[in-house]
């Protein structure tokens, strides 16, 4: 099986090319300049080259403030980029994995997220992911589409890495308590990828195309998942803080963020066969790759 992910350094494309070679799988990652989301004419002649027996739509655009000010360049990435992803791996005939997020919802739902609840983005950010998610589906009949949240690995910039970093310099961190959501490692979403697309490759009848959630497994609010992280530094020998629970409010952002971002994941883990670890253990297991 030959899987072409879009885009180079992003944490899930830097997740997948490990995961690839310790399973064996041929994964080939494909950016700039030869395939450039805000470029959609690249994008089919790129993808076509690499021969791919299933494509993953990885590469967006995730400047989630900075999409206020570039709502242009977010819905030429996000949207019209990701439905020629899928356009060009509908032309050769094979599916598409397409990562969407949790900011396609507004927060205010009292549980877990499901796929058939409504939509509502409140930023720039969520609609245009949103936009790329109906053309997705609206360019290949053959997709999945896979909504995470609060994404972090040993690879690129995240809450991880930003906590151990702030540790290493302060007594006392200042972290939002009000907003709830499934810290999901980009480890684990590799692994469920490969383990959705080989399902795909298999089996040519596949038929439960669609959109899904993936997430870790539990719930944590930011000042409970940066203890967690803290935690686990300081038994391992690493930096390690105070961490004092804010509100919302006091550390403002220009895009609203939802304050539940909790997504149920039953509906993958029933397609196939396959539930992300303990957000905990994922959360140890990067902390500690993460440690000098």
Known sequence: ?????????????????????LAGVDVIA????????ANPDTVIEAIAAARPDVVVSAAAYTAVDQAEDEPDLAFRVNAVGAGKVAQAAARLGVPVIHLSTDYVFDGSASGSYVETDATAPASVYGASKLAGEQAVAAANPRNLILRTAWVYSPFGKNFVKTMLRLAADRDEISVVADQ??????????????LHAAATLHSNKDFAAFGIYHLAGTGEANWSGF???????????????????DITTTD??????RPANSRLSSAKFASAFGWSAPDWRLSTEAVVRRVLP
């Open 251 to 256: 550390y403002p952002t220009k895009a609203r």
């Open 30 to 37: 494909i950016g700039r300049p030869q395939l450039d989301l």
């Open 1 to 21: 099986m030959r899987l072409v992910v879009t885009g180079r350094e992003g944490q899930v494309v830097s997740s997948l090319l490990e995961a690839g070679q």
């Open 226 to 244: 940066a203890r967690h992280i803290l935690d686990t530094s300081r038994v391992s020998g690493g930096p390690s803080a105070r961490v004092r």
């Open 180 to 193: 709830w959501g499934n810290p999901t490692s980009a480890l684990d979403i590799a692994d469920a990828i």
